[in-house]
């Protein structure tokens, strides 16, 4: 159980300190994160710091070195180099071969370890099928519906997902459509009290006049569709909120990220302090209704991005009014 916590915090760890190493410029000394992609780590070089493949192919060639912990999520990598931290995989594939050397443990959650003979391992190899979850329902007895719940370890491995995805949604949009982001992102930062109560309104009166349309016969498809917009524009807000994020993080520490970058990298920190502020009892869902309510409302504000929002200036007093009348 010790290992588990201790890789769950190492996925932590990660996803929220790497990529401000690797997704700035020069970042790679301090570790990299490969999205989608290829990396080789040729002979004779040294990663000073973690590595986390994230949909990727990575190769570790031999006589390289990792000095730091790797993560591979949904991809692959072969090693035959040497990692002094340990190697956590979720649902990926990683290769030792013979000239292979891992120094820490070995976790495994839904993946494939192959190792090679000549590897070594001087931790421990964990398989997550292997564990005792103790804390969870016995099966011997019939549970109430009430005290059926995920386990801790579940719930912290959904939350990582869940943010993983989103900060990549987030990368992905902003690539596709960088002018509506951030022209949603500008509208939320010139007026953030317009934005937020207008998204507060409508989250209180669009589920109740959708969920009146919803009873009825005809309207019913009209109200689903209702219900879908409703939630890709909150996502949509969301994102653009980690966007203005990322810029100003990236403005603080003198930064050159692309668009892209700077969304995925301020809607992970969003999600992760707003998640955690979550999990509050009581008041935790005060804080990510807040900023999505703001979201919302900047993505109604510019119709989904379509346009710009401008202020209206305020209106020349009496006495401008009659000067310019009397020099007429």
Not at 238 to 264: F, K, P, Q, S
Not at 304 to 322: C, D, T
Request: charged letters at 10%.
């Amino acid at each position: 159980m010790k290992r588990i916590l201790m890789s769950l915090a190492l996925v932590a760890v990660l996803a929220l300190a790497l990529p401000l190493g690797a997704l700035a410029q020069g970042g790679t000394e301090d570790g990299r994160v490969v999205l989608g992609g290829s990396y080789t780590l040729e002979a004779g070089q040294t990663m000073e710091g973690d590595l986390v493949v994230l949909g990727g192919n990575v190769t570790l060639e031999e006589g390289s070195s990792v000095d730091g912990s790797m993560l591979v999520m949904g991809g692959n990598a072969v090693s035959a180099a040497t990692i002094t931290g340990g190697v956590t995989v979720f649902g990926g594939n990683i290769n030792l071969l013979g000239a292979a050397v891992v120094q820490g443990d070995i976790i495994s959650f839904g993946g494939n370890v192959v190792q090679s003979p000549g590897a070594q391992v001087q931790g421990d190899i964990v398989d997550e099928d292997g564990f005792d979850f103790r804390f969870l329902p016995r099966v011997d007895r019939v549970v109430p519906r009430w005290e059926m719940s995920w386990s801790p370890i579940l719930s912290i491995l959904w939350f990582i997902f869940r943010t993983l995805m989103l900060a990549a949604l987030a990368v992905l949009i902003v690539m596709f459509w960088p002018t509506p982001t951030e022209r949603t992102a500008d509208a939320i930062v010139a007026n953030p009290l317009a934005t937020g109560g207008l998204g507060l309104l409508t989250f209180l009166v669009a589920p109740l006049l959708l969920g009146l349309l919803l009873i009825t016969i005809l309207l019913s498809p009209v109200s689903l569709i209702g219900f879908v917009v409703l939630i890709v524009a909150a996502v949509f807000g969301w994102i653009a909120v980690g966007l203005e994020v990322g810029r100003r993080m990236a403005t603080a520490l003198n930064w050159e990220l692309h668009a892209a970058a700077a969304a995925g990298l301020g809607t992970l920190l969003l999600t992760f302090v707003i998640g955690g502020i979550g999990l509050i009892p009581c008041v935790g869902w005060i804080a990510p209704f807040l900023v999505a309510s703001i979201g919302l409302g900047g993505v109604i504000l510019t119709r989904f991005g379509s346009r710009e929002y401008v202020m209206l200036e305020p209106a020349a007093s009496g006495s401008s009014i009659k000067r310019a009348k009397s020099d007429e």
